[in-house]
Structures are given as structure tokens and as C-alpha cells.
């Protein structure tokens, strides 16, 4: 067991206790407005995917036990380094924002907490985006728990943290869904999104050195999306535009899926014939 560093193994605990507290699980709690923001949007999903959550909590538990021994100490310690409790607070601090709402019908503090919430969440990706990035080009996976309690909670996060920065804007600039009607401006926007938000799916599924995970987030939250827009809600275009992109997404995970298989089990017959030649 690795106790040295023990301050800093100790931070990442504490901050994990402030990103899991109440606030956090707000999406999950019956008529929460928490992933809606002060009001639900055109790009609104269904409240199952905010689930990941979950998943991500429960892999970051793995990682601070994992940090006490000598495999998991470089990774999280010097791969992450103080990084992850500053994005602990970040998201804490957007999860409190992005449940705000007025009590009453203010429809100018709605849009002060939903735009403080965008702003939060833009700080949160950048964050997310750089510990990613650092561990997958420094910290390669070496072993299975490298994957699952380092790599894995931060591709979800990273693909979670794309659609939650869509919809916090939805929410800060995009009308009220249960007072206003889909006009063209509104469904052109909605369209953009999810078109930009099915590249990315299938920009990390498909480069070389592609995040099925983060992919796989960003795919299920357009269906999440589908299924939350229905036809008599948000009309057609909405609607089978987020069934559209949510296929293509998830025919790019699969293919990457498939192929990344096949590449391993290339990789083992090669290795199990080579004394055979040699």
C-alpha cells in the first residue's frame, strides 16, 4: 500500500465527496429540473442518462482505492495531479447552478442561473478535456484496472461533459419547450446540435486511436434525446432528426467496436504463431 502523497490521495477523496453530494444526484430525483436547467429545452433528454452519473461514480471509487497501490499511484497522482479535485468543485459548483431556478416566474434569474450554469459547464469540459488528454497520451493503459479506474470514468466523463455543455446552452439561450412551439429558428439550431454531436460520437469511435466510451455516452444521449422529444412535443423534424443521428452514431460505435476486436484477435493469433516461426 502506497502512503506517500498521502495529502494529496486525501484531496481526491474529500473533492469526490463534494462532486457525489446531493447536488450531483439532483437529475435523478423525480421532477428534478437539473440537466433541463432552469427550464426544459428543445434539446432536453430523457432523465435515464443523467444515470451515468452513476457509472462514472462508481468507477472513480474504484480509482481512489486504486491510488493506494503501486500500480495506481503514478497514474492518478502524477497523471491527474491536482487537476481532478479542482474539477470536483467545477462540476459541484455547475450541478448547484444548473438546479437553480426562481420560485416564482422570473424569467430574467432563470437566465442568470442558466447562463452562469453554460459558463460553469464550458470550464468543466476544458477541464475534463485536459486530464483526458494527459492520461491517454502520458499514461497509456498498461492493465485492466488501469482501464477501468483511470481511462474508463474519464472517457464517460468526457463524452458526458459534450452533451451536457449543449445543453446547458439550450438552456441559457434556447426557448422555454412548455411555453414556446419549435419555430425554424429554434429547429435549425436543435439540428445543428445534434448533428454536431453525432461528428464527435463518431469522431471518437472512429480515429485510430478512437474512446468507444466517451462515444457510446454521446450516442445514447441522442436517443435519450429522441425519446424525450416526441413528435406531439417538439413535432417531427426534432424528433426523427435525433433517431437519424442516434443510427448513425451508433453504426459508428459498432463498426469501431467490431474492428477493434478484430485488430486484438489479429494481434493474438500473430503472437501465438510467431515462435512457431521464429
Not at 429540473?33 to 451515468?52: K, M, Q, V
Not at 468543466?124 to 498498461?142: C, F, L, M, N, Q
Not at 445543428?192 to 457510446?216: C, K, V, W
Request: aromatic content about 12%; overall charge neutral; proline content about 3%.
Amino acid at each position: 500500500m502506497r502512503t506517500d502523497a498521502l495529502g494529496h490521495k486525501a484531496l481526491n477523496i474529500v473533492s469526490f465527496l463534494l462532486f457525489t453530494g446531493s447536488n450531483s444526484y439532483g437529475s435523478m430525483a423525480p421532477g428534478s429540473r437539473w440537466g433541463a436547467g432552469a427550464h426544459p429545452s428543445y434539446l432536453t433528454p430523457e432523465p435515464w442518462i443523467f444515470g451515468t452519473w452513476g457509472v462514472i461514480h462508481f468507477l472513480l471509487v474504484g480509482m481512489l482505492i486504486y491510488q493506494f497501490t503501486d500500480a495506481g499511484h503514478t497514474p492518478v497522482i502524477s497523471g491527474l495531479g491536482y487537476r481532478f479535485p479542482i474539477l470536483c468543485v467545477l462540476n459541484a459548483v455547475y450541478a448547484g447552478l444548473a438546479s437553480a431556478h426562481s420560485n416564482g416566474h422570473s424569467s430574467i434569474s432563470d437566465f442568470v442561473w442558466s447562463l452562469l450554469a453554460f459558463i460553469t459547464m464550458i470550464f468543466v469540459a476544458g477541464s475534463v478535456s485536459h486530464i483526458y488528454r494527459t492520461i491517454k497520451v502520458h499514461h497509456a493503459s498498461s492493465s485492466l484496472l488501469d482501464t477501468l479506474f483511470v481511462h474508463a470514468p474519464f472517457s464517460l466523463w468526457h463524452g458526458f461533459s459534450v452533451i451536457l455543455l449543449f445543453l446547458a446552452g439550450f438552456s441559457a439561450f434556447g426557448v422555454d419547450a412548455t411555453h414556446h412551439k419549435a419555430g425554424i429558428p429554434t429547429k435549425i439550431f436543435v439540428f445543428i446540435a445534434l448533428l454536431l454531436l453525432e461528428a464527435t460520437a463518431a469522431g471518437y469511435a472512429l480515429h485510430a486511436n478512437g474512446d468507444l466510451a466517451g462515444a457510446l455516452v454521446i450516442s445514447l444521449g441522442l436517443l435519450a434525446i429522441f425519446q424525450h422529444q416526441t413528435v406531439e412535443h417538439a413535432g417531427k423534424f426534432i424528433h426523427f432528426s435525433a433517431l437519424v443521428f442516434f443510427i448513425i452514431s451508433l453504426v459508428a460505435v459498432l463498426r469501431a467496436s467490431i474492428a477493434a476486436i478484430q485488430a486484438r484477435r489479429t494481434g493474438a493469433t500473430a503472437e501465438e504463431r510467431a515462435p512457431l516461426n521464429a
